[in-house]
């Protein structure tokens, strides 16, 4: 009789731990918890005596598939409103840009989630938050950025770190000041890029929910010396840099993501081979959102194959957001990330695990199936991991496990 049970143990299942390329596939295997964190991994034919024995509770699974909980690393689910409005004027042949030059877009955003109560935000932001965890998702970084100014971009990571109370999952705020210029600021650039410097990044920090700062660096938004200026002030502090880069054009976003020490450059569509080069010395992960580049039609793709090529690590994630990715549906993006970018479905699945919590700087605590690791577990009802690529259908969950705890689904239903 070994001395200590472990709090649970789950058995009749395959493991895709994905601490290898190929996923770290174990069939036939078992996973422990105890105390929140995984205890033993490996194959049921390795376990030390009868899993009665070993555990005070025991979960058969019936023969499905097992991975780490998704971490969803670029997510703008805090917001008001919605932008139906932009969407027709899309399908109507207007560009991203255009309508954002002409005062819609992220700004019409800002105006609805100014005027949305902590309530409201919090209400509509749950929702999506338990959509993403239907998914799978116990991890998920959360961007302000619909503020632009203290007091509301505070608020959004006062609410956004306030969604853990609600949803059954971590959250990881994000400072997104520098979403966009608002209007107020557009000939006296630099007083907002102050503003940001001066009290939205001080401010955040004595707040305490924001662990990352991110900027979006392009022609409508912030310039690359503008970007550089905020990223290396947010990383002084000790914020994780990220930085949505070269996603309408090629600005050299994924070269500066490297100069300034970035965990991450997102979006990618106009990247060069020498943003490549950069990104993959520097070791900053790629973060692909075909979400983003599938509902703006985007004429160009992230260069996956160069990326794969140069070893950078890449990460999938929804960019969930009312205007450029409206998806919660975790299944249509990897599915995405393989139709529309070519990513592997071994690449797609370690994108929304193992790399993004790389990308998130939790690559010690989640995103594998290892001992020690959190105890953030999610069951698929499927024959072959692949298959939560290849269906754009409902989610396949069947059971959801946080800290070692079962907070969805049935026993091995
Ligand atoms: O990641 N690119 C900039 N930011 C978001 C879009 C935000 C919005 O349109 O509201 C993105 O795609
Ligand atoms: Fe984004």
């Not at 239907?134 to 969604?163: C, F, N, P």
């Not at 000041?177 to 940001?196: I, K």
């Not at 490549?276 to 692909?288: G, P, R, T, Y």
């Not at 409902?394 to 496990?401: G, K, Q, Y």
Request: aromatic share 6%; net charge negative.
């Amino acid at each position: 009789m070994p001395e200590t049970r472990w709090d649970r143990l789950w058995t009749d299942v395959h493991l895709a731990t994905m601490t290898d390329p190929s996923l770290g596939i174990v069939r036939n295997g078992a996973i422990a918890a105890s105390g929140g964190r995984v205890a033993w991994v490996g194959r049921a034919a390795d376990l030390a005596a009868p899993p009665e024995r070993l555990a005070s509770e025991v979960i058969p699974c019936g023969g499905a598939w097992l991975t780490p909980g998704f971490i969803d690393c670029h997510t703008h689910i805090v917001f008001g409103g919605d932008r139906t409005g932009d969407f027709r004027r899309r399908l109507r042949g207007e560009s991203y840009a255009e309508i954002a030059r002409a005062g819609g877009g992220i700004m019409s955003t800002v105006r609805a989630t100014r005027a949305a109560s902590d309530e409201d935000l919090t209400l509509r932001a749950a929702a999506r938050a338990g959509e993403l965890s239907a998914w799978g998702v116990t991890t998920i970084e959360v961007k302000s950025g619909y503020g632009l100014d203290l007091d509301t971009e505070l608020r959004m990571l006062d609410v956004a770190a306030g969604l853990a109370r609600s949803v059954t999952a971590d959250i990881s705020p994000t400072l997104l000041a520098a979403h966009t210029v608002p209007p107020g600021y557009a000939r006296r650039r630099d007083d907002y890029v102050r503003l940001v410097l001066n009290e939205m990044i001080p401010a955040a920090l004595d707040q305490g929910h924001a662990t990352a700062i991110d900027v979006f660096c392009e022609d409508i938004a912030f310039t690359p010396d503008e970007s550089r200026a905020i990223l290396e002030a947010g990383i002084e502090a000790g914020l994780h840099g990220r930085l949505h880069a070269d996603q309408l054009s090629d600005l050299g976003g994924g070269a500066l993501a490297a100069a300034v020490g970035a965990h991450s450059a997102d979006h990618l569509e106009y990247l060069s081979p020498d943003g490549v080069q950069a990104m993959a010395e520097a070791d900053v992960c790629a973060v692909l959102l075909p979400g983003a580049a599938y509902t703006l039609g985007a004429d160009r793709r992230p260069p996956v194959a160069t990326l794969r090529r140069a070893g950078v690590t890449m990460a999938l994630a929804t960019d969930a957001n009312p205007g450029s990715s409206p998806i919660t549906n975790v299944g249509m993006i990897l599915n995405l990330g393989c139709i529309l970018f070519g990513l592997t479905p071994e690449e797609a699945l370690l994108g929304f695990t193992a790399a993004a919590a790389r990308v998130l700087g939790l690559e010690r605590d989640r995103g594998t199936l290892e001992a020690g690791r959190r105890a953030d577990l999610a069951l698929w009802r499927v024959a072959d991991p692949a298959e939560l690529c290849y269906w754009m259908g409902a989610s396949p969950l069947t059971s959801l496990v946080k800290d070692g705890v079962p907070v969805r689904g049935s026993k091995g239903s």
